[in-house]
């Protein structure tokens, strides 16, 4: 992956913290990034989409499971 692992990492940690926070809102009715006050909770969810749309686009190159021939 090169220069880009570590914006990977970054991407894949905020799409876990928003996937995780999702499970929590739907079993327990408990968001935890609204609990970080609105304006650094839609900055959260700003870069938790940003990071969505980069694992789109970067995914078909970047993972080893989804390259031809593997």
Do not use: Q
Not at 18 to 41: M, P, Q, R, T
């Amino acid at each position: 992956m090169g220069g880009g692992s570590g914006l990977h990492k970054l991407t894949f940690i905020l799409l876990v913290v928003g996937g995780l926070n999702w499970g929590l809102v739907g079993a327990f009715n408990w968001n935890i990034v609204d609990k970080l006050g609105s304006n650094l909770a839609m900055i959260v969810y700003i870069l938790v989409g940003l990071s969505a749309i980069y694992e789109v686009v970067i995914h078909p190159k970047a993972c080893r499971y989804c390259k031809p021939g593997m």
